[in-house]
């Protein structure tokens, strides 16, 4: 069966055989024309069969959670005949770090990922130094192939390795997350790049991406969670370290809500673990966060985040030092508003310093805030 892009040309010389037989006249005013170069008519025949081909093989097949579209391949990629196979490429560590992959696969391994749910396909067929080199043509007919990838194949997730991944395929920008168009049933999401090219973007955002589309096809639902901003009568604010496997970062004291517990009682009871914080009165919930990423039984988790006024206090969590490290909680400590400003670490919410400085200005908002994440 010849490929649906082979038969439309097909069908285009048949209505030019047509033409001709029936306008003998305008046929015949094109023979005055030059006839086409001998030299460069081998080389655009080549062009052409290199949109229609590809020197790296996808790597597909039925009912996967997500399939990774790449924008095309490299000369690297091209020469191993593997997706993302420059060493300085952060595909293949971003998909274990994000939890797709039991262990860090290499790209010559990129077939053994099907049996992780994983797929791999280009909107480009065609190889070149750089994504730069593509031109329009170079995505002919990419929309229709993705449509009938999603039709035939069923995944759940078709995920953009690059904005223009995604802009070659469909012919418009988008933001990165979730799309609102759809192919069928399966669902569309843009991550940045993950090439060398595109070092401006640091790890870790390339990783809160992956982790978002991680968390989401996983299918697992999100955890209910209560946390709270703690300041002293001075507006220093007592944090949390979280040391996970992949990454660290400070964090509002609170948890996961049991089942049956008010937001409340978790505030409490979370407090008293981690922090040793007993007898304060609780303030109003003042933001709102999700937070989509992978986790053995949760898909990520929504949170509520209280606000909290208290004298200065030592930490002294009920919870020993093996049980906070079983949490990922491996310190505590107090943050004037100018550290946060000034700190280089990563922060939940991303935004909290300019989010606590906006607190102490014009203090606590009338309805929650949804701070992102």
Same mark, same amino acid.
């Given at each position: 069966?010849?490929?649906?892009?082979?038969?439309?040309?097909?069908?285009?010389?048949?209505?030019?055989?047509?033409?001709?037989?029936?306008? &003998?006249?305008?046929?015949?005013?094109?023979?005055?024309?030059?006839?086409?170069? =001998?030299?460069?008519? =081998?080389?655009?025949?080549?062009?052409?069969?290199?949109?229609?081909? #590809?020197?790296?093989?996808?790597?597909?097949? =039925? $009912? %996967?959670?997500?399939?990774?579209?790449?924008?095309?391949?490299? !000369?690297?990629?091209?020469?191993?005949?593997?997706?993302?196979?420059? =060493?300085?490429?952060?595909?293949?560590?971003?998909?274990?770090?994000?939890?797709?992959?039991?262990?860090?696969?290499?790209?010559?391994?990129?077939?053994?990922?099907?049996?992780?749910? +994983?797929?791999?396909?280009?909107?480009?067929?065609?190889?070149?130094?750089?994504?730069?080199?593509?031109? !329009?043509?170079?995505?002919?007919?990419?929309? @229709? !192939?993705?449509?009938?990838?999603?039709?035939?194949?069923?995944?759940?997730? +078709?995920?953009?390795?690059?904005?223009?991944?995604?802009?070659?395929?469909?012919? @418009?920008?988008?933001?990165?997350?979730?799309?609102?168009?759809?192919?069928?049933?399966?669902?569309?999401?843009?991550?940045? #790049?993950?090439?060398?090219?595109?070092?401006?973007? &640091?790890?870790?955002?390339?990783?809160?991406?992956?982790?978002?589309?991680?968390?989401?096809?996983? $299918?697992? &639902?999100?955890?209910?969670?209560?946390?709270?901003?703690?300041?002293?009568?001075?507006?220093?604010?007592?944090?949390?370290?979280?040391?996970?496997?992949?990454?660290?970062?400070?964090?509002?004291?609170?948890?996961?809500?049991?089942?049956?517990?008010?937001?409340?009682?978790?505030?409490?009871?979370?407090?008293?673990?981690?922090?040793?914080?007993?007898?304060?009165? %609780?303030?109003?919930?003042?933001?709102?966060?999700?937070?989509?990423?992978?986790?053995?039984?949760? $898909?990520?988790?929504?949170?509520?985040?209280?606000?909290? !006024?208290?004298?200065?206090?030592?930490?002294? &969590?009920?919870?020993?030092?093996?049980?906070?490290?079983?949490?990922?909680?491996?310190?505590?400590?107090?943050?004037?508003?100018?550290?946060?400003?000034?700190?280089?670490? %990563?922060?939940?919410?991303?935004?909290?310093?300019?989010?606590?400085?906006?607190? %102490? @200005?014009?203090?606590?908002?009338?309805?929650?805030?949804?701070?992102?994440?």
């Amino acid at each position: 069966m010849l490929h649906p892009l082979l038969r439309q040309r097909g069908c285009q010389s048949a209505d030019r055989e047509g033409l001709a037989a029936s306008s &003998p006249g305008r046929f015949r005013a094109h023979l005055g024309r030059r006839p086409p170069d =001998p030299v460069r008519a =081998p080389a655009r025949r080549a062009r052409a069969r290199s949109r229609l081909t #590809s020197a790296v093989p996808d790597v597909l097949a =039925p $009912g %996967l959670r997500v399939v990774f579209c790449g924008i095309n391949p490299g !000369r690297v990629s091209a020469a191993a005949a593997a997706h993302f196979a420059n =060493p300085r490429n952060d595909f293949w560590r971003l998909l274990h770090a994000a939890g797709f992959t039991s262990r860090l696969y290499e790209p010559h391994e990129q077939h053994d990922v099907l049996g992780e749910g +994983i797929g791999i396909t280009n909107a480009a067929f065609r190889t070149t130094p750089g994504s730069g080199d593509l031109r !329009r043509a170079d995505f002919a007919g990419s929309a @229709e !192939r993705l449509e009938r990838l999603a039709h035939d194949l069923r995944p759940g997730w +078709i995920g953009f390795v690059g904005k223009e991944a995604y802009r070659g395929a469909f012919g @418009e920008r988008a933001d990165l997350g979730v799309r609102e168009r759809r192919l069928g049933d399966t669902r569309l999401f843009v991550l940045p #790049s993950t090439s060398p090219a595109n070092a401006a973007v &640091p790890w870790t955002e390339r990783l809160r991406w992956f982790e978002e589309l991680a968390g989401r096809s996983s $299918g697992l &639902p999100l955890r209910r969670a209560a946390r709270a901003l703690v300041l002293d009568r001075d507006g220093h604010v007592l944090l949390v370290r979280f040391a996970l496997r992949h990454k660290e970062f400070w964090a509002t004291p609170g948890g996961g809500v049991d089942p049956g517990e008010s937001d409340e009682a978790a505030i409490v009871r979370e407090l008293a673990e981690e922090c040793g914080l007993r007898g304060f009165e %609780l303030g109003p919930c003042i933001w709102t966060r999700e937070r989509w990423v992978q986790w053995p039984r949760w $898909g990520g988790q929504t949170e509520r985040i209280f606000l909290v !006024r208290t004298d200065r206090f030592e930490p002294a &969590p009920q919870w020993t030092a093996e049980q906070l490290a079983a949490e990922g909680v491996v310190a505590q400590r107090w943050w004037t508003p100018e550290e946060l400003e000034e700190s280089s670490e %990563l922060f939940a919410p991303t935004r909290l310093p300019e989010l606590v400085r906006e607190l %102490l @200005e014009h203090g606590a908002p009338r309805e929650p805030v949804d701070v992102g994440v």
